[in-house]
């Protein structure tokens, strides 16, 4: 039986601060006007867990979220879901391994996950029925090294594979299991724009980042824009408007409209001093602040 716990939605307030080894999420409206975007209605989300795990989120719909946490035990990560209009907490999964990225199926009513494995050295990835009951199915049974991933459609995977000394970045179908290697040296970030071609961070060097777009009719990559300094998590809105954040501060840049990234805010007064993945959904915007 699932475990619904009530969370209350706190108004974020400048004295809050993250501990060691935390990271946690926040939750924003964020409107256009013109050509810029404003953030409004700031809550924090993970108060039940504020010194804890609380990461990777996704958006399933535009009121659910699901993401990963070590609230049900310190030493182990499950997936949870939160309900932003009901303002509850939802445990997804019980299993006696860690799951990461949850991550919506399309045209499933399913969701994968990558799993690490007893012993911690082997990662896969698996699927759930959206409420979590039921034994984790695996996709990719070849591939035991799979970081991160998100879905092109509802067959071909976009995957981070976990290389040394760079990380690879691959396309895989997932019922034949086979995928091509794209390029090394890649970031964890693997989003999907509008043309439901990948769109990632390329580290061509410890100084030099970018973010491309790999065509996947035509197998080319091309430069969008350069990242912000040393960040790789970034999230693309609706219109392939591109939100990064770097520190404090959050960003936006819009192939053929900026000349650059454009700030948006800086949210050091709201707590936040280290934003690193994001989510978006509409005109609702999810930010975590991390230690690490």
């Not at 993401?67 to 499950?78: I, K, L, S």
């Not at 034994?135 to 509802?154: F, P, Q």
């Not at 900026?258 to 690193?276: A, M, V, Y």
């Amino acid at each position: 039986m699932l475990i619904r716990v009530i969370a209350i939605l706190v108004v974020l307030l400048p004295s809050f601060i993250l501990g060691q080894g935390t990271s946690n999420m926040y939750h924003f409206t964020l409107t256009k006007v013109g050509q810029k975007y404003r953030l409004k209605a700031p809550q924090f989300l993970t108060a039940f867990n504020q010194n804890g795990y609380n990461n990777q989120p996704a958006y399933f719909n535009d009121k659910l979220i699901y993401f990963t946490t070590n609230y049900y035990d310190t030493e182990q990560t499950e997936i949870a879901a939160f309900d932003l209009f009901e303002k509850t907490l939802t445990r997804v999964t019980y299993t006696d391994e860690k799951e990461y990225s949850p991550t919506k199926i399309p045209g499933r009513d399913e969701f994968s996950v990558v799993r690490v494995e007893k012993g911690g050295e082997v990662q896969t990835l698996s699927y759930y029925p959206m409420d979590g009951i039921g034994i984790a199915k695996r996709y990719m049974n070849n591939s035991n090294n799979i970081g991160y991933h998100n879905w092109l459609d509802e067959e071909n995977i976009a995957l981070f594979l976990v290389e040394e000394p760079h990380h690879n970045l691959a396309i895989a179908h997932a019922k034949s299991e086979r995928r091509k290697i794209i390029l090394d040296k890649v970031g964890r970030c693997i989003k999907v724009n509008k043309a439901k071609n990948p769109v990632f961070v390329h580290k061509l060097n410890d100084q030099e980042w970018v973010i491309k777009e790999y065509n996947t009719l035509t197998n080319q990559s091309r430069i969008i824009v350069n990242t912000l300094p040393e960040s790789e998590d970034f999230e693309l809105l609706n219109d392939d408007t591109i939100i990064m954040g770097n520190g404090s501060k959050l960003y936006f840049y819009k192939e053929g409209n900026s000349e650059g990234w454009e700030e948006i805010t800086d949210l050091r007064d709201q707590g936040i001093s280290n934003i690193k993945r994001l989510a978006s959904m509409k005109n609702s915007l999810v930010i975590v602040d991390a230690s690490n």
